[in-house]
């Protein structure tokens, strides 16, 4: 039977719980628990698919092609969950089913409400994830924060699952901040009273706080938040800013986080040794590295931070391979239009273009891509960004003057960039992409199998146009190399080129399978030829 932990937020959003949520599941990885983490959103989306980058941040792909919120990303960098698009449930999902069940005639006779219809959709949906694989402990984050509207059918639901679940089966970690105010010279608790008050308004008792504070929580301080909130002084933790956030599972161990869970659970646990290898492995090579290298990430929605997340991240993993540094110089692919390559990329050693949609900001892109190829500037391009690559070399290497994707230029003569054939009949915008994991042949003798070590991989795919094999045999004859193929459609998914130290373009997102212990193999092999 599995353990629940269900954690909330208050005072005011942003404060870390998927950060937080994804740390709790390495702690318990590490007492040698198999752990499965959800994420319930409030919007009513049925997924982030259709959202956009700026009001939504990136959208995170599991390995079955869900469109889901960017903290199952933090879920499987930091554990060994394998997450499915039942780990990201939304209200948008909740009423669909329940709408669904409701047309088919599933609740004939009765009034369709809220409590019990929708909160047991809920319910079902956690549940779920606990059935299909086997599972010791299960974290569940609601998104928003407690007092939002949107939460109420949620935070009802897991209330009434600590119910059904009895005692000692479920827990509830609640996030919250303990500001410093610098005119009074102090950290205040009052924030955190009110959100556990209003967390209490609807029956729920927080049995753990974690309170996100700039200043070491005093033991004063952590008994008047104890007494207040109704808690313990010892489940009173600290969470504290930290240098990486890959060092917070070492702060939380220290606060003995993971060894009040078990308590409160009645598990003894083992000692596996996971945290000390995170410790020497990940967290020692970040804060001490031995090389740095500056790589700019050339994309259209530099301006938030959450919008390229995983990209991010994934260039640190690489970084923490070499036990090199990576400064991110973030560029906006508009300000090279305006600028010019040379003069905004003159600082950099290697040069990645991230994905994304529409045709703001992409002659930018191809800009930079031709003055990373001119100038043997180590070269990385994602989905959007092989797309553009693509275009750049079958204009300025294969004299096809205007060749575009169709997707921005419908009428241009050379579409060396088409919509693929399932995708043309495709009506509706909401999960219709090619999403998920699918293979990928490699060429032998490309840089690409040197840095996978193997012939066929398999990785997770968010996109509906491809290269148009019309124009391969003259790109090729031109010193394009085709690196690696889907075996079932002969879809070309990476690309090379010869004579250039390091120029990979993929049409799928590496990013996504990329650890701090274990980063993506091009990844890896990217900033290795930044520190040529």
Not at 67 to 78: A, I, Q
Not at 291 to 308: E, F, N
Request: proline share 4%.
């Amino acid at each position: 039977m599995p353990k629940y932990i269900f954690i909330t937020g208050g005072v005011i959003s942003s404060l870390g719980k998927g950060i937080a949520s994804a740390s709790i599941g390495k702690l318990l990885e590490s007492r040698g628990l198999t752990v499965s983490v959800i994420k319930c959103d409030p919007y009513i989306n049925v997924d982030a698919g259709t959202m956009n980058p700026y009001q939504h941040g990136e959208v995170y792909v599991t390995r079955d092609g869900a469109e889901t919120d960017l903290d199952l990303g933090h879920y499987e960098r930091f554990t060994n969950a394998e997450l499915t698009k039942d780990a990201n449930v939304t209200t948008g999902k909740i009423y669909h089913a329940v709408i669904t069940k409701e047309r088919r005639g599933d609740y004939l006779g009765k009034t369709v409400q809220v409590i019990p219809h929708i909160t047991d959709e809920i319910k079902t949906s956690i549940r779920r994830v606990t059935h299909n694989r086997k599972t010791d402990v299960c974290i569940v984050e609601i998104g928003g924060t407690v007092g939002d509207i949107e939460s109420l059918p949620f935070l009802e639901a897991i209330r009434q699952m600590e119910l059904e679940e009895g005692l000692g089966n479920s827990i509830n970690i609640h996030l919250t901040l303990v500001p410093f105010i610098k005119t009074a010279g102090e950290l205040k608790t009052k924030p955190t009273q009110h959100s556990v008050g209003k967390l209490r308004e609807i029956g729920m008792q927080p049995d753990i706080l974690l309170c996100r504070c700039e200043r070491v929580l005093s033991r004063q301080l952590k008994e008047k938040i104890a007494l207040f909130c109704n808690v313990h002084p010892e489940a009173v933790i600290p969470a504290l800013d930290a240098s990486t956030i890959y060092e917070i599972p070492l702060l939380f161990s220290k606060a003995k986080l993971e060894k009040l869970i078990l308590k409160l659970f009645d598990i003894k646990g083992k000692t596996t040794g996971f945290l000390r290898q995170w410790e020497a492995k990940v967290v020692r090579r970040i804060k001490h590295p031995k090389h740095s290298t500056r790589i700019a990430v050339v994309g259209k929605y530099i301006t938030l931070q959450d919008a390229y997340k995983s990209i991010y991240e994934a260039l640190i993993h690489g970084g923490i391979t070499h036990n090199t540094k990576v400064e991110i110089k973030k560029v906006d692919s508009e300000d090279i239009q305006k600028r010019g390559a040379a003069q905004l990329l003159g600082d950099v050693s290697g040069i990645l273009i991230p994905g994304g949609f529409g045709y703001r900001g992409i002659e930018g892109k191809i800009q930079a891509i031709q003055y990373a190829r001119e100038n043997n500037i180590p070269f990385f391009g994602i989905c959007l960004g092989m797309q553009t690559a693509v275009i750049e070399f079958a204009r300025n290497i294969c004299g096809l003057a205007g060749a575009n994707s169709s997707e921005f230029d419908s009428k241009t003569k050379y579409p060396v960039i088409s919509l693929l054939s399932e995708q043309k009949s495709v009506k509706f915008k909401g999960g219709t992409m090619r999403l998920g994991s699918y293979d990928c042949e490699l060429k032998k003798n490309t840089k690409t199998y040197q840095a996978y070590k193997k012939a066929k991989i398999s990785e997770r795919h968010r996109h509906r146009y491809e290269f148009n094999n019309e124009y391969r045999k003259l790109m090729e004859d031109n010193g394009f190399v085709i690196a690696g193929t889907h075996p079932q459609k002969n879809l070309v998914e990476i690309i090379e080129l010869k004579d250039h130290p390091f120029f990979i373009a993929c049409q799928f997102h590496p990013e996504f399978q990329s650890k701090p212990d274990a980063a993506h193999p091009i990844f890896a092999a990217f900033i290795k030829a930044s520190l040529k």
